[in-house]
C-alpha cells in the first residue's frame, strides 16, 4: 500500500494561506510534548506564514525550548545573502523567537554542495539518533514544502539524479533546473517523506499550470514526495486548477 492521498484544502488567498498554515502547525506542535523538529521551507510562499509565527498571538502558543527548525533545501550561498533559505527564515521569525541552538542551518561554508550535504545529514542522523529511518517514528513532526513551476520540491528538479536518491537523507545538487541558478542542498525524497505531515502551500496565478499537471497525477516531484503519514495541500483561489473540484 501506497502513502494515503493528500488533502486538498482551498484558502481564499495568501493571508489566508497563512492562518491555515499556521494554525495546523500549531495544532501538530500541540500534539507532542516532546522534542519536535519542523523542517521548513524556502521560495517565496511560506513567508506569510513565518511572520505570522512571530506575532504575539501565535509565538506565545508555540513551545519553543522544545521545537527544534530545520531547512529541506538550501541555495548554495553564505548565510546572510538574499537568496539565502534560512536567513529568510532567520528574518522572519527564527532569531526574534527560537533558541540560537535550535535552529539548524544547512552550511554552506565547506567549499562544496556535497560536503554540505555530507555534514547535515551528519547532524540529521545525530538528531534523530540512528542512520535508518523508521516508519513508526519520522524524522520530523512537520514538512513544508511549496511547489516550483516545473514540479520540483525542495530542490529535487523533475529528471534529474538527486530525484531517484533513496539511499542518502542529502545530497548536493550542482546545477538548478530554474532560477535561481545556483548550486542547491537538498533533503531526499525519503529524509522528507519521514514526517507525521507534509504541508505544501501553493499560492498564485503562475502556479495553477503546474498544479493542474501535479493534480492529474503526472510523475513530478511533487507527486513522488507524501509523508508517510498525511499530506496536505493548501491552495489558494488564484492557483485552485479549474479541473479540481471544489
Ligand atoms: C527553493 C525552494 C523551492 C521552492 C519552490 C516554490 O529553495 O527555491 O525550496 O523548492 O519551495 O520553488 O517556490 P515559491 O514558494 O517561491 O513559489
Not at 495546523?24 to 517565496?44: P, V, Y
Not at 548550486?183 to 498544479?211: H, N, W, Y
Request: hydrophobic share 45%; proline share 9%.
Amino acid at each position: 500500500m501506497g502513502p494515503p492521498s493528500p488533502e486538498l484544502v482551498r484558502v481564499a488567498d495568501k493571508a489566508a494561506m497563512a492562518r491555515t498554515g499556521a494554525d495546523l502547525l500549531l495544532a501538530r506542535i500541540a500534539e507532542n510534548a516532546g522534542r519536535i523538529a519542523i523542517c521548513l521551507t524556502g521560495g517565496s510562499s511560506p513567508k506569510q506564514l513565518y511572520e505570522l509565527l512571530a506575532t504575539q498571538a501565535y509565538r506565545d502558543r508555540i513551545p519553543w525550548p522544545r521545537v527544534h527548525w530545520f531547512i529541506g533545501d538550501e541555495r548554495f550561498v553564505p548565510a546572510g545573502d538574499a537568496l539565502h533559505n534560512m536567513t529568510m527564515a532567520r528574518h522572519a521569525f527564527l532569531d526574534a523567537c527560537a533558541p540560537a541552538a535550535n535552529i539548524h542551518p544547512i552550511p554552506t561554508d565547506t567549499g562544496s554542495p556535497e560536503r554540505s550535504a555530507n555534514a547535515y545529514a551528519r547532524e540529521l542522523i545525530t538528531f534523530y539518533g540512528a542512520d535508518q529511518l523508521d516508519p513508526a517514528r519520522p524524522l520530523f513532526d512537520v514538512v513544508l514544502l511549496g511547489i516550483g513551476p516545473d514540479g520540483h520540491v525542495a530542490s529535487l528538479f523533475p529528471g534529474y539524479p538527486a530525484v531517484e536518491v533513496r539511499d542518502r537523507w542529502v545530497v548536493g545538487v550542482d546545477q538548478a533546473h530554474v532560477a535561481p541558478f545556483v548550486p542547491r542542498v537538498s533533503l531526499t525524497l525519503p529524509a522528507l517523506a519521514s514526517c507525521r505531515t507534509m504541508l505544501f502551500e501553493v499560492a498564485g496565478a503562475d502556479k495553477q499550470p503546474i498544479l493542474t499537471r501535479v493534480l492529474a497525477g503526472e510523475d513530478l516531484p511533487a507527486n513522488r514526495a507524501r509523508s508517510t503519514h498525511e499530506t496536505t495541500f493548501l491552495i489558494d483561489a488564484a492557483a485552485w486548477p479549474e479541473t479540481a473540484a471544489d
